[in-house]
């Protein structure tokens, strides 16, 4: 029997679940190669090293939410291959998982490497041809044939996926010199944007807060004076801007804005209104003992106190019963609007994923097959997909390979 070659290009989540998913097909001869010296580099890095494998949010169109505008690509991939499927795959591995805050899913050993040793397993038991330190140089079409050439050598496959990943940390290999293969084939690639980063600010303020972890604060982003994407829960102070959880997720909805266009607003109170705030601190004016310094004390962490005594130029000693009507306003205002200015939005050294890639215009949602070339797929975060963080960015890279390497065996594929 002549096996049908199948190529996988790029040893990251897609490209080892589509490796796996399409050595299924006893027709198929799977050759999976990888730029690095290794397999899943940027995985063993994903959760701070503990790997958030997806997300437990149950309903796809919440899931579905999390992407962005380009979200509903993905249906046609979760209606095949949802977080549940993705536990049970793993499961089958031997790889436990446990859902955390958040509904974010980690392996129960906390440990990266438990994910990737479980896939690199299942590839060589599927005896997946596993070749690395292989760059791919470019890809040529011969009759109905893919040539692909490397620094050293060619390879002639029948069909081939491609989950080179996008441009961000590239030190595991994630480049973006894929893109421009890619578009020689006439496929058209989004520009590519930094996602998922910290944000510079203006401030030189911020320096002194380094460090300063805010929890239950709702941050948001003014453009024109409206706010355009705002995120509740934590948020961290760097030495030169902010990072943390809500901040990575906001700075996905603007990464192709102009910084300068920009503030970032900060509710540090989000739990009461204006006027419940302001009833708040005239109810401790009661206590006639506590001065201005103390009161910021029990509303903020201490060095946040502190800076908001010299943005707010009051006396740190003025008992709170002699505060005026117009300095209580000008506090509450502060605590419910803490407005800083935006510099830059991070770069793809600091991003955790890419926003752009291939055109999802040009790809089959039901079968990740290119819609100009005929048996050439993608999968993973080279497409023009990204969401928050989370889980969900995995989720995509495993569903979208997971359906390529299915694709590479179906029959009746919808060309479009």
């Given amino acids: 029997m002549n096996k049908k070659k199948i190529a996988v290009i790029g040893g990251g989540p897609a490209g080892m679940v589509a490796s796996i998913i399409a050595s299924e097909n006893p027709e198929n001869e799977v050759y999976l190669f990888e730029k690095n010296d290794s397999l899943g580099k940027k995985l063993l890095i994903t959760g701070s090293g503990r790997c958030n494998i997806t997300n437990a949010e149950s309903d796809v169109h919440k899931f579905i939410e999390r992407y962005g505008k380009n979200g509903k690509f993905l249906f046609s991939s979760f209606s095949r291959f949802f977080n549940n499927d993705l536990l049970v795959f793993f499961e089958n591995l031997g790889v436990r998982f446990v859902t955390e805050r958040g509904g974010r899913v980690f392996p129960e050993s906390n440990d990266a490497n438990e994910v990737t040793d479980a896939l690199i397993k299942k590839l060589k038991d599927n005896n997946v041809k596993i070749n690395l330190n292989h760059e791919l140089k470019d890809i040529k079409l011969v009759d109905d044939k893919f040539k692909l050439v490397f620094k050293n050598s060619e390879f002639l496959a029948d069909k081939v996926i491609i989950t080179c990943g996008g441009k961000s940390y590239p030190g595991t290999g994630s480049t973006g010199e894929i893109f421009k293969i890619i578009q020689k084939l006439e496929h058209k690639i989004v520009e590519l944007k930094p996602s998922l980063v910290p944000l510079g600010l203006k401030e030189v303020f911020v320096k002194s807060l380094e460090g ?31 990072s943390g959880p809500i901040i990575f997720e906001i700075s996905k909805y603007i990464c192709r804005e102009n910084p300068k266009d920009l503030t970032l607003s900060v509710d540090l109170k989000p739990a009461l209104s204006l006027e419940q705030l302001n009833n708040r601190i005239r109810r401790e004016m009661l206590d006639k003992n506590i001065i201005f310094k103390n009161l910021l004390r029990l509303l903020l962490p201490i060095r946040l106190a502190d800076l908001f005594i010299d943005l707010l130029c009051i006396d740190e000693d003025k008992k709170i019963k002699h505060l005026s009507k117009e300095e ?16 830059d939005l991070g770069n793809f050294y600091h991003s955790i994923v890419t926003s752009g890639g291939v055109d999802i215009k040009s790809i089959n949602p039901k079968t990740m097959e290119s819609k100009i070339i005929p048996n050439l797929y993608f999968a993973g975060e080279v497409i023009d997909i990204d969401g928050e963080t989370g889980g969900y960015n995995l989720q995509a890279a495993f569903s979208t390979g997971f359906v390529a390497g299915r694709s590479t065996s179906d029959v009746a594929n919808v060309r479009r």
């Fill in 212 to 242: 300063l972890s805010l929890k239950n604060v709702e941050a948001g982003i003014l453009k024109n004076n409206k706010i355009i994407i705002k995120r509740f829960g934590e948020m961290l102070f760097t030495d030169k801007g902010v």
């Fill in 328 to 343: 209580i306003n000008r506090l509450c205002n502060l605590l419910k609007h803490f407005e800083l200015h935006i510099t």
